[in-house]
């Protein structure tokens, strides 16, 4: 076996193992998200479906099985497009986990001291999700493909979001249990006013910024090891 076929046999080993891992990402999330929506408690809470942790597990689920269609085409004129939408989907993923773990978690433990932490969908959306994206963008995405402006572009994500959830939640009907009408406590106008919740938004955006070039720089950093760009 020559160097060519080595290359060629090793190039397909870690396509197996490429598509074999995003398709157990993809199948551990779908039941998380289906969790968190009480399926299979039958205590139904249609509110999750809206919550930037389900959006961002349903985004990342959906570009995930989008890239195993892509590995078995030869459509390789819109990877670029796809390695783009992969990175908004690291970027927000690690964002839910960071923003629960760090922010959400101590709130809701503050608030009820019973609130059960260790269920599969807060676990795999909040925990598993984000470590596995991470490690499947750093394990098998080519790097070189963020230029230095986009983590802007991306930061205007969740931006979108906060401004849809605001409005969503000012004119919509209160949330079981929660008595507000908004997904999160440091988007409700009525209880910390406007600049209680701008002080979050503020923080949280330098975060999120953060969080962008981070990412950017660790593609800029190997992209620059092997040698590799767009």
């Not at 001291?113 to 394990?139: C, E, K, R, S």
């Not at 983590?151 to 929660?178: D, E, H, M, R």
Request: hydrophobic share 50%; glycine share 6%; net charge positive.
């Amino acid at each position: 076996m020559d160097k060519h076929d080595q290359i060629s046999l090793s190039g397909k080993k870690k396509t197996i193992f490429s598509v074999t891992y995003r398709f157990v990402l993809t199948i551990v999330i779908l039941p998380a998200i289906l969790d968190r929506a009480g399926i299979f408690s039958g205590n139904l809470q249609l509110h999750t479906l809206y919550s930037f942790t389900t959006i961002s597990n349903g985004y990342i689920m959906l570009v995930t099985l989008i890239t195993v269609f892509i590995t078995f085409s030869s459509a390789e004129s819109i990877g670029l497009k796809i390695s783009r939408l992969r990175t908004i989907g690291v970027m927000m993923i690690l964002m839910t986990g960071l923003i629960y773990h760090f922010i959400l978690l101590p709130q809701k433990i503050a608030e009820n001291l019973n609130y059960q932490v260790f269920t599969y969908g807060n676990i795999v959306a909040h925990y598993i999700a984000p470590i596995g994206m991470f490690m499947d963008w750093l394990l098998f995405d080519r790097k070189g493909r963020i230029n230095k402006w986009e983590p802007l572009i991306y930061t205007s994500v969740p931006v979108v979001y906060f401004i849809i959830a605001s409005i969503y939640g000012y004119y919509g009907s209160t949330i079981p249990n929660k008595e507000t009408s908004y997904v999160y406590f440091f988007m409700d106008w009525g209880k910390l006013g406007i600049a209680g919740v701008m002080k979050w938004v503020l923080l949280i955006l330098i975060c999120i910024l953060c969080l962008a070039y981070l990412i950017y720089f660790i593609d800029y950093s190997l992209a620059k090891r092997k040698g590799t760009s767009a």
